[in-house]
């Protein structure tokens, strides 16, 4: 058969994490204090996103929670939408002894740290702070005034959705 038929190897697919944190002022569920905004609530999310712009995955969490915490999580989601991981690439909150072998383990490619300056690394992770300000585009997103942490959840998983669906529409 053909590239799309049974005999297709399944295509792999290179992803970008990041996390953006947003200003939570009424309080509620994932609200922790920002460590980049001077002590100010807020909460974090963390996004997996395809190298050609499409977010696979993305997950709220309180603004004081480590990035590396999330991750096995962001991981495992990414999985489930992509047939295969090739590489992943992350700046270096994420990297950790444990989230390295977690890649390894299902082989993958993680980045490496430490990297010379112009290693590209920053045009690749261009591609997450563009998807994440799609998704921040929405408004109940970007200036958190939900208290309750599953409509949060289910804002940004909608916003992924829009994404994905305004993507569609332009083919």
């Given at each position: 058969?053909?590239?799309?038929?049974?005999?297709?190897?399944?295509?792999?697919?290179?992803?970008?994490?990041?996390?953006?944190?947003?200003?939570?002022k009424r309080g509620?569920?994932?609200?922790?204090?920002?460590?980049?905004?001077?002590?100010?609530?807020?909460?974090?999310?963390?996004?997996?996103?395809?190298?050609?712009?499409?977010?696979?995955?993305?997950?709220?969490?309180?603004?004081?929670?480590?990035?590396?915490?999330?991750?096995?999580?962001?991981?495992?989601?990414?999985?489930?939408?992509?047939?295969?991981?090739?590489?992943?690439?992350?700046?270096?909150?994420?990297?950790?002894?444990?989230?390295?072998?977690?890649?390894?383990?299902?082989?993958?490619?993680?980045?490496?740290?430490?990297?010379?300056?112009?290693?590209?690394?920053?045009?690749?992770?261009?591609?997450?702070?563009?998807?994440?300000?799609?998704?921040?585009?929405?408004?109940?997103l970007c200036r958190?005034?939900?208290?309750?942490?599953?409509?949060?959840?289910?804002?940004?998983?909608?916003?992924?959705?829009?994404?994905?669906?305004?993507?569609?529409?332009?083919?």
């Open positions: 058969m053909g590239r799309n038929g049974p005999d297709a190897a399944a295509q792999t697919w290179d992803v970008v994490v990041d996390s953006r944190s947003v200003c939570a509620g569920a994932l609200i922790g204090p920002n460590p980049t905004g001077r002590g100010k609530p807020g909460t974090k999310y963390h996004s997996v996103v395809s190298t050609d712009g499409v977010p696979l995955a993305a997950l709220p969490s309180a603004a004081n929670v480590h990035d590396t915490k999330l991750f096995p999580d962001l991981l495992r989601l990414a999985m489930v939408v992509c047939a295969s991981i090739a590489r992943l690439y992350a700046d270096a909150g994420y990297v950790s002894a444990d989230n390295r072998w977690l890649c390894l383990r299902e082989g993958i490619q993680p980045s490496k740290i430490g990297q010379p300056h112009g290693s590209s690394l920053g045009q690749v992770r261009c591609i997450v702070e563009h998807a994440n300000a799609r998704l921040l585009a929405n408004k109940r958190r005034h939900d208290r309750l942490g599953a409509i949060v959840d289910a804002l940004l998983t909608a916003a992924c959705i829009f994404v994905i669906a305004t993507r569609l529409v332009q083919f």
